[in-house]
């Protein structure tokens, strides 16, 4: 559970990182009835379409020349993290984006109350509204908060939105939607959306691998394609002096072990996934009837006794189990080890140090290696970057629909209305060197984005010369020929990690934490990462992992299984 909620916390960053450095590159409630669409229907357009500039049905107050006239109003509550600020003297109620919303859109926002992100305060100060019968907001967003997404969903104070994609939403919303159906997973309740997942990048975290070109170019190595070739070069930046000092103080490798599937610096699931399992990932068994945990498969087994044999030999640090990832990404960037992995943003942060600190130091990205079975694997985050639920006495649904349009083109066109990027940096809206992203604001902080346009821009047309699809891709594209760190990092990265799209694996459970998840789960997370560690480190024989399986099993695993495919059966094979 604490891995989880580390994993969605370092989502956040990454998503927050992507956001910064390709900025740096580029500047009536909805109830269900016998004849509402299923998900499938409901973003497919088989009852009706709609248009990006219109509805299908009618909205639910006077909407002319794209606004509300009279306003309508909309109360929201907001989780208020560590990155928001307020310029100019405005507040969460009164600012630049509000505004700009009240005035061109016609809904009027009201702040209802505010809560810090840390320490659970957001999700606390929600709950306690809940149980106490506090007037409860008409829009929420949850973050993406799969056990608070549930909670919510469980209270029956919130909308079915099934049929309101199909009636509300526009061109562009169900064009997502129905590109990436697995975004409802995590939302679907026996068939049924019950809120709307809002997505974020496509590949935000997946690891390539990035290696010290000039080392492979000393020491006369090809870049490695599979474990097999890792291990030859792991060895030689061991054993061959690559940064000639005559001594035996160098890794292969950069990896932190702290949390393996929870940290994207430093990532370790390319290295597990070449071996076909990934730590604490759920994945469809051969026949797709059903989910496994990976955690306990012979797959496992394997794959700890590589990383024993890796620690053995000194291809990683010993204190890779206590490294987290920028402590480990460190020994990388210091120029004591030769190979890291880590997201297409790597370039922009930390890798830059490498420089710094060995003044001539080299390093190119590439694909992941395969296993000896010819297949790659690697850990990346769910599609969704925010979840929405709609109070079920909203009298005004579609403005939702109306917003999150709004929210996409702003993402699309890098502003709407009068607040461009220009006119933000002439007004003092600046942070971390450039315009400050007033979308946070809202209750959908992160834009409405499509998850694989910004990347295919980037490839498809700037790598290909073709022009920007919009004026805002277009400076997008000049800027990043001006800046090495995006032309010769990031892009390199992207196109490493796009000829190995397969290779992402998504944990195939997204529902909430299961009743013998919430008892026995931090028991048992904590006795697989021990016997793991002890594994790696040597302290304990492989064929220890044996005995691990069969006590998590007994000690509450088969329990968990059964519960997380009772959710598989009803949720996604039953549609």
């Known amino acids: 559970m604490n891995a989880a909620k580390t994993q969605r916390l370092t989502a956040g960053l990454a998503m927050l990182l992507l956001l910064l450095s390709l900025t740096a590159c580029s500047g009536g409630s909805g109830g269900a009835t016998d004849a509402s669409p299923s998900p499938k229907e409901a973003?497919?357009?088989?009852?009706?379409?709609?248009?990006?500039?219109?509805?299908?049905?009618?909205?639910?107050?006077?909407?002319?020349?794209?606004?509300?006239?009279?306003?309508?109003?909309?109360?929201?509550?907001?989780?208020?993290?560590?990155?928001?600020?307020?310029?100019?003297?405005?507040?969460?109620?009164?600012?630049?984006?509000?505004?700009?919303?009240?005035?061109?859109?016609?809904?009027?926002?009201?702040?209802?109350?505010?809560?810090?992100?840390?320490?659970?305060?957001?999700?606390?100060?929600l709950l306690l509204s809940l149980s106490s019968g506090e007037k409860l907001p008409d829009v929420i967003n949850t973050m993406g908060d799969p056990d608070l997404t549930n909670q919510l969903i469980g209270s029956g104070m919130f909308m079915d939105v099934t049929d309101l994609i199909s009636r509300y939403a526009t061109e562009d919303i169900k064009r997502i939607y129905k590109e990436n159906p697995d975004l409802f997973a995590s939302v679907t309740r026996d068939g049924r959306v019950m809120a709307l997942p809002i997505p974020t990048f496509g590949p935000n975290g997946a690891p390539v691998m990035y290696i010290r070109q000039d080392w492979l170019d000393k020491l006369g190595l090809k870049v490695?394609?599979?474990?097999?070739?890792?291990?030859?070069?792991?060895?030689?930046?061991v054993n061959g002096d690559p940064d000639g000092n005559g001594k035996k103080d160098t890794f292969g490798l950069a990896v932190q072990l702290k949390n393996p599937s929870g940290d994207n610096l430093a990532d370790a699931t390319a290295?597990?996934?070449?071996?076909?399992?990934?730590?604490?990932?759920?994945?469809?068994?051969?026949?797709?009837?059903?989910?496994?945990?990976?955690?306990?498969?012979?797959q496992m087994k394997t794959a700890l006794a590589a990383f024993s044999d890796w620690m053995r030999k000194g291809y990683?640090?010993?204190?890779?189990?206590?490294?987290?990832?920028?402590t480990a990404t460190q020994q990388f960037t210091s120029g004591?080890?030769?190979?890291v992995f880590g997201p297409n943003w790597f370039p922009y942060f930390p890798l830059p140090d490498l420089e710094k600190n060995i003044p001539g130091a080299k390093y190119k990205a590439y694909p992941v290696p395969a296993g000896a079975d010819g297949k790659a694997e690697r850990r990346t985050f769910p599609l969704i970057g925010a979840t929405v639920l709609i109070n079920k006495n909203y009298a005004h649904p579609d403005a939702v629909f109306k917003y999150a349009q709004a929210m996409y083109e702003m993402g699309r066109d890098g502003g709407i209305w009068d607040m461009s990027r220009q006119y933000l940096r002439d007004h003092g809206y600046t942070a971390q060197g450039d315009y400050y992203q007033v979308v946070k604001y809202g209750f959908m902080p992160n834009y409405f984005i499509d998850p694989w346009d910004q990347i295919n821009g980037y490839l498809d047309y700037m790598v290909q010369g073709k022009p920007g699809r919009t004026k805002s891709e277009q400076e997008g594209f000049d800027s990043c020929k001006k800046n090495p760190l995006c032309v010769n990092g990031q892009i390199e990265a992207m196109k490493a990690w796009k000829t190995q799209r397969d290779a992402d694996v998504i944990n195939a459970f997204a529902g909430s934490t299961t009743p013998t998840q919430k008892t026995k789960g931090d028991y048992l997370s904590k006795m697989e990462y021990e016997t793991m560690i002890k594994i790696i480190v040597g302290s304990s024989p492989i064929s220890d992992f044996d005995a691990f399986a069969t006590k998590w099993k007994s000690g509450g695993g088969d329990k968990i299984t059964q519960e997380v495919n009772d959710w598989y059966k009803r949720n996604i094979l039953k549609h």
């Open 43 to 125: 973003v497919s357009g088989t009852k009706g379409g709609g248009s990006a500039t219109g509805s299908q049905e009618a909205e639910t107050a006077p909407f002319k020349d794209g606004k509300y006239d009279p306003a309508i109003p909309m109360n929201i509550v907001l989780p208020i993290s560590d990155d928001i600020q307020y310029f100019n003297g405005e507040t969460a109620e009164n600012n630049v984006f509000l505004d700009q919303i009240r005035k061109h859109l016609g809904v009027d926002l009201h702040v209802l109350w505010t809560a810090p992100v840390k320490n659970d305060g957001f999700k606390t100060k």
């Open 271 to 298: 290295l597990f996934g070449a071996f076909g399992a990934i730590p604490g990932n759920w994945r469809k068994s051969d026949d797709g009837q059903s989910l496994v945990y990976d955690s306990v498969q012979p």
């Open 316 to 326: 990683i640090s010993k204190d890779a189990p206590q490294q987290d990832g920028m």
């Open 336 to 339: 004591k080890a030769g190979i």
């Open 224 to 237: 490695p394609t599979d474990i097999a070739g890792l291990e030859k070069v792991m060895d030689a930046f």
